[in-house]
């Protein structure tokens, strides 16, 4: 008898657990659900996932109704709606067949790892705690149970896509998170932060998020014991420097909340208040991996669009400025791309498709028309794909503010590659870095700043020719 009421509570403490757990139905024989890359969407009535819009699943039977759907979602995911991120990250999975399309196995992970990231899918809706069985705490809303749920899916599936693929696309991964929270201002740095952070869990949340330890610890769900999910735990490099640079880049947003934060960081371990000057000088020549999203398009034609905005007056006043730009260079640059035969020296020059080619490229409205946002596009794309010409056009715009925001660290990066290629305009803009010493980016160093003019001036790029001839007439005169 004593035996039977044992086994009983066994088994009503496994259903509590399962419960807590926020566990799905679809299962494989681990306990997972399956994540090989195809398989099919679960199926609606899971009653332990949060619920969806219909209009999410529901073709209307035009032509471009799933390019608008992505689209859509891209819009949505980018500015942070967890539901988006989890929806794009199924959809190019190819849960469901009619998705195969739009099979990307990076695009995927990256889109579970921003789910993952974003604390709309693990900070408590209500903090108020119920008990269950022995007096176990769980939280009141329904709503935290199934975004639980969610999260520990796409664990298992972020891990399933990530044992399958190489270093180098894994790096691809990151790069592209990275790039997306960069463009969210402190409030995405401040995530970076987090992500690089020890003293949290694997994609940020804190350390006693059960999912979050259960990934990274293995444990024990469904009544089944799992291993822990090492290629999704160690996407990011935990280390204090990487987490105090992202702190300090949000703090240099202008956020005060970020320079809180940071301060607490400082004191959160005796070692990390001695990286302040370190930190300082990398953070003044950190750029994002990209100029904006790859717009890579999978066997569908659906450009991976960039749908992040810029954020700010200067942001809003530097691409009003693009109208000082001779529309010549944006005009070179879609000579570059192919998108024109020849170089067009105006807006009307171009005609409407070949307008509507560079936006369908992007993954923009076809719309016929090209705004300064596309213009910058334009010459960005270019220097991507290796111009020199819009290396340095690009370059210019960042030193100057036009069509982008100052930004000294990304115009020597680009002057830089322009440099490379034999750009003797590019070269002689990184002599005056070098002369100069500008903000960080570039360290005073007379030697440099000689070298890079004197490659400029045998090209015979004149500035530098006549810099060299004053020098030269000056070292006759002193050795007389």
Same mark, same amino acid.
């Given at each position: 008898m004593a035996v039977g009421a044992v086994a009983a509570l066994a088994t009503l403490a496994v259903a509590s657990c399962d419960q807590w757990s926020g566990s799905g139905r679809e299962r494989g024989a681990s306990g997972w659900e399956p994540t090989s890359g195809g398989g099919r969407r679960p199926a609606s009535t899971d009653r332990e996932e949060c619920p969806r819009p219909q209009s999410l699943y529901? +073709?209307? #039977? =035009? /032509?471009?109704d799933q390019e608008q759907q992505i689209r859509h979602l891209r819009r949505q995911a980018f500015r942070g709606d967890f539901f988006a991120q989890l929806e794009l990250g199924s959809r190019y999975q190819a849960l469901n067949e009619t998705d195969n399309n739009i099979r990307d196995p990076i695009e995927a992970a990256v889109w579970y790892a921003m789910a993952l990231a974003n604390s709309d899918g693990f900070t408590p809706v209500n903090t108020q705690a119920r008990r269950g069985l022995f007096d176990r705490l769980r939280p009141v809303s329904s709503f935290d149970d199934c975004r639980n749920y969610e999260r520990w899916r796409a664990y298992g599936r972020l891990n399933g896509l990530l044992n399958r693929m190489s270093g180098d696309e894994r790096e691809a991964v990151r790069d592209r998170v990275i790039y997306i929270l960069s463009t969210q201002d402190a409030e995405g740095f401040r995530t970076l932060g987090r992500l690089h952070d020890a003293m949290y869990? @694997?994609?940020? =949340? @804190? %350390? $006693?998020? +059960?999912?979050?330890? *259960?990934a990274f610890q293995g444990g024990r769900r469904n009544g089944r014991r799992h291993h822990a999910l090492q290629a999704a735990t160690s996407l990011f490099d935990r280390n204090d420097v990487d987490a105090y640079l992202f702190n300090y880049l949000a703090m240099e947003t202008g956020d005060v909340s970020a320079y809180v934060l940071l301060r $607490?960081?400082?004191? !959160?371990?005796a070692s990390r208040s001695g990286y302040a000057a370190f930190v300082e000088s990398k953070a003044r020549r950190w750029t994002a991996p990209f100029e904006f999203y790859p717009p890579e398009a999978p066997p569908s034609g659906v450009p991976h669009s $960039?749908?992040?905005?810029?954020?700010? *007056?200067? %942001? *809003?006043?530097?691409l009003q400025r693009m109208g000082e730009l001779p529309f010549v260079h944006v005009g070179r640059a879609f000579r570059y791309l192919g998108v024109t035969t020849g170089v067009p020296l105006g807006v009307g020059s171009m005609t409407r498709r070949e307008v509507e080619t560079f936006e369908a490229m992007l993954g923009h409205p076809m719309e016929g028309r090209l705004s300064y946002l596309e213009r910058v596009r334009a010459i960005q794309f270019a220097s991507e794909r290796g111009s020199s010409e819009a290396q340095l056009v690009l370059a210019v715009m960042y030193s100057e503010g036009i069509g982008v925001p100052a930004d000294y660290?990304?115009? /020597?990066?680009?002057?830089?590659? %322009?440099?490379?290629?034999? !750009? @003797?305009?590019? !070269?002689?803009?990184?002599?005056?870095? /070098?002369?100069? #010493?500008?903000?960080?980016? %570039?360290?005073?160093d007379k030697a440099e700043a000689v070298v890079h003019r004197l490659e400029s001036a045998l090209t015979g790029f004149r500035p530098s020719v006549t810099r060299l001839q004053a020098v030269l007439a000056q070292?006759?005169? !002193?050795?007389r």
């Open positions: 529901q +073709r209307s #039977g =035009e /032509f471009n869990g @694997p994609f940020g =949340e @804190p %350390a $006693d998020n +059960r999912e979050g330890r *259960d $607490d960081f400082e004191r !959160s371990s $960039d749908e992040s905005r810029a954020r700010g *007056d200067a %942001a *809003d006043i530097a660290a990304r115009a /020597f990066y680009w002057y830089e590659e %322009a440099a490379r290629q034999g !750009s @003797p305009e590019a !070269s002689f803009a990184l002599s005056t870095f /070098f002369a100069l #010493g500008v903000a960080g980016v %570039a360290d005073q070292v006759s005169r !002193s050795q």
